[in-house]
């Protein structure tokens, strides 16, 4: 089997959840496994001094039109929430609680998780929003509430934000394959050429 793609995304990025709701098509086309790495963009915003796309001026609102046009493209359901942007760390570690312990349905959380924000506008920002959309899942509610506090957990996610910043993770969706790096939804294109040509 070809080498696995590792997806980056932060759960309040809608470039990430448009990307999220395309990957694992474009690699299965290719027999190929996809890595669902979340992170915290937040991290990249400190390191480049940066800000969300969706804040900064002239590109804000030019972004938000983007991102009901790509949607329309693709043909997936999306909408701006509100709350927008919002924290998603309690997201993303309940996924690396639930990662190790069964990957699939690590997955199908946060399949959950994106749609329920983007799709639903229920607040991922709020730590009670991803125990509810987890226990919808069968996902125990007071462990998962626990593992939220958990040191472990906590050192996980601050070690998958490094490792991806080191890699030079900055974006979102962002997708590596061997060495070679994607960032966006309108390099996914580029990815699938790549994997089937084998590069150029």
């Known amino acids: 089997m070809p080498q696995a793609i590792d997806f980056y995304f932060d759960f309040s990025s809608p470039y990430g959840y448009l990307g999220s709701e395309r990957i694992d098509a474009l690699a299965a086309k290719h027999d190929c496994d996809v890595v669902w790495r979340p ?32 949607a329309r493209l693709y043909g997936i359901p999306f909408n701006i929430p509100d709350p927008f942007p919002v924290n998603s760390v309690a997201a993303c570690r309940a996924f690396y609680w639930l990662v190790d312990r069964d990957a699939a349905l690590a997955r199908q959380l946060a399949q959950a998780l ?63 394959h061997g060495d070679e790096q994607f960032w966006g939804c309108d390099r996914m294109d580029h990815l699938d050429k790549w994997l089937e040509t084998g590069g150029w």
């Open 39 to 70: 992170y915290l963009m937040g991290a990249v915003f400190k390191q480049l001094g940066t800000s969300p796309l969706v804040s900064q001026p002239v590109k804000g609102p030019y972004s938000r039109h983007d991102l009901m046009r790509s």
């Open 114 to 176: 994106y749609r329920g924000y983007f799709i639903d506008n229920r607040n991922l920002g709020e730590a009670e929003t991803v125990i509810e959309t987890a226990a919808a899942l069968g996902i125990d509610r007071e462990a998962l509430g626990a593992a939220l506090q958990d040191g472990e957990v906590k050192a996980r996610l601050r070690t998958e934000v490094e490792a991806a910043l080191e890699k030079g993770v900055f974006g979102a969706p962002f997708f590596i």
